[in-house]
């Protein structure tokens, strides 16, 4: 059974940096890309970024380029996404998924992240 | 960006009933090698999202065959044949073909 845990969500103020982390299992980590997807408090869903098998392709969506990073480490089965200069519209759920062929297919339980003075 | 834009965003159904979602984007989502990238997802309150169709029509492991997509292009739908309580929730579409990937704005299905 496919699992994604996501854990490192909390309060952070504006400005300030946050590392969310994924732990997966039940599948062969290292053979599939990874996606991170948010959802702001009542609103609907926005992909944030990808990571391919190795590392080696990063994508993300606009708003969050430049200050978003997204890393793996396969040997730990670990998802990262790295948060710098965070924005009150930053504010979200932020759910670890795993990102199959041109999809996303299993989605984690999500980790609240609140950026606010 | 590709604009996905979902209608009705509110759809009432009667149980046993059948219901429909559209989802146009704003560009064509096929490929140059022919593939069309167009998902279908459903979030009921309090739970994360759960994969229901990919690539336009392929139904997600264990999701029940009342649940249909179709579409070609920029025009896609999501059937339920006979919609069941555990059917409420919000339903999202995304495509996956071109960067960065993008979703609809959600169709909220509740029960009359």
């Known amino acids: 059974e496919v699992q994604l845990v996501e854990s490192g969500g909390g309060l952070v103020q504006p400005g300030g940096s946050l590392r969310l982390s994924c732990a997966a299992s039940g599948f062969t980590f290292s053979n599939n890309w990874m996606s991170w997807v948010r959802q702001a408090p009542g609103k609907g869903l926005e992909w944030v970024a990808n990571i391919n098998q190795d590392g080696s392709a990063k994508y993300y969506v606009g708003s969050v380029n430049g200050r978003f990073t997204i890393s793996r480490d396969n040997a730990e089965n670990s998802l990262y996404l790295q948060m710098n200069s965070l924005r009150a519209e930053d504010t979200a759920v932020y759910y670890c998924a795993r990102a199959g062929w041109y999809s996303v297919d299993y989605w984690g339980q999500g980790t609240l992240v609140t950026v606010s003075s | 960006d590709v604009v996905m834009t979902q209608s009705p965003l509110s759809l009432p159904v009667t149980l046993g009933q059948p219901a429909s979602i559209s989802c146009r984007s704003s560009?064509?989502?096929?490929?140059?090698?022919?593939?069309?990238?167009l998902n279908w997802f459903h979030q009921r309150p309090g739970q994360s999202p759960r994969r229901l169709i990919y690539?336009?029509?392929k139904r997600h492991s264990g999701v029940p065959d009342r649940f249909s997509g179709s579409g070609s292009g920029t025009d896609f739908t999501l059937k339920i044949s006979r919609v069941e309580a555990e059917d409420v929730g919000v339903y999202y579409c995304?495509?996956?073909?071109?960067?960065?990937?993008?979703f609809g704005q959600g169709t909220k299905v509740e029960i009359k």
């Open positions: 690539e336009v029509s």
């Open positions: 560009q064509s989502l096929v490929t140059s090698d022919g593939n069309t990238f």
């Open positions: 995304m495509q996956s073909t071109h960067w960065p990937w993008t």
